[in-house]
């Protein structure tokens, strides 16, 4: 049975780097695509990007200059690092998998049960 | 970015009867070989999102047949035949069409 546990600091102050972890157990990370989603409290969800296992990524052009993922395919997991934080990126923070379609589609199909991070003076 | 708009905001279901979730999007999610690509989740309360049904119609591995999708470009229907307490929770659409993927403001199913 597959997997995903997210994990990082859950307290940051502003301006600085969030830093999370997502590892997977169960099956590879190479040949998915792997998908960062946030949920503010109360509120819905936003998509900020994916990575394939392979090295190809989308980011939100939202965040775009803050955020960075990647893979590390020898420990079996992959990151996120969002900097210069505020107030606004408090949220609970989920890792997910996409798996292929024969359509080439990726459908986020699995997902962590998510981290809170708070950002906080 | 691609808007989805979620309707209703919330939905009191009562246990055996039929209920319905409407998405709208703000671009045609239909692409020139057939496919929707409009997926629906549910998250329960406490949980994580779950995923009930991709590109359109297609029900997710484990899902209830009582759950189905329907609709084509930007109008999309998710119907529960005959809903269950344990389908009680937020539903969220999402556009896998463009990035960034966006989601449905989410429709709050509880119980009469």
């Known amino acids: 049975q597959v997997q995903l546990q997210e994990s990082g600091p859950g307290l940051l102050k502003p301006s600085e780097t969030l830093s999370l972890t997502c590892s997977v157990s169960?099956?590879?990370?190479?040949?998915?695509?792997w998908t960062w989603i946030r949920q503010p409290a109360r509120q819905g969800l936003e998509w900020l990007g994916r990575?394939?296992?392979?090295?190809?990524?989308n980011y939100n052009p939202s965040f775009k200059s803050r955020v960075t993922m990647s893979v590390d395919t020898s420990k079996n997991q992959f990151s996120l690092k969002l900097t210069s934080v505020t107030a606004a990126d408090t949220a609970l923070y989920y890792c997910?998998?996409?798996?292929?379609?024969?359509?080439?589609?990726?459908?986020?199909?699995?997902w962590g049960q998510g981290t809170p991070v708070t950002v906080s003076p | 970015d691609t808007v989805m708009t979620q309707t209703p905001l919330s939905l009191p279901v009562t246990p055996g009867e039929p209920a319905s979730i409407s998405c709208r999007s703000s671009?045609?999610?239909?692409?020139?070989?057939?496919?929707?690509?409009l997926d629906w989740y549910l998250q329960k309360p406490g949980q994580s999102p779950q995923l009930l049904i991709y590109?359109?119609?297609n029900r997710a591995s484990g899902v209830p047949d009582r759950f189905s999708g329907s609709g084509s470009g930007s109008y999309f229907t998710l119907k529960i035949s005959r809903v269950e307490a344990e389908d009680v929770g937020v539903y969220y659409c999402?556009?896998?069409?463009?990035?960034?993927?966006?989601f449905g403001g989410g429709t709050k199913v509880e119980i009469k």
């Open positions: 997910a998998r996409g798996s292929r379609h024969s359509n080439g589609y990726d459908y986020i199909d699995l």
């Open positions: 169960g099956d590879s990370v190479s040949g998915y695509y």
């Open positions: 990575i394939y296992g392979f090295g190809a990524i």
């Open positions: 671009q045609s999610l239909l692409d020139r070989n057939g496919y929707n690509y």
């Open positions: 590109l359109g119609s």
């Open positions: 999402m556009q896998g069409l463009q990035t960034p993927r966006t």
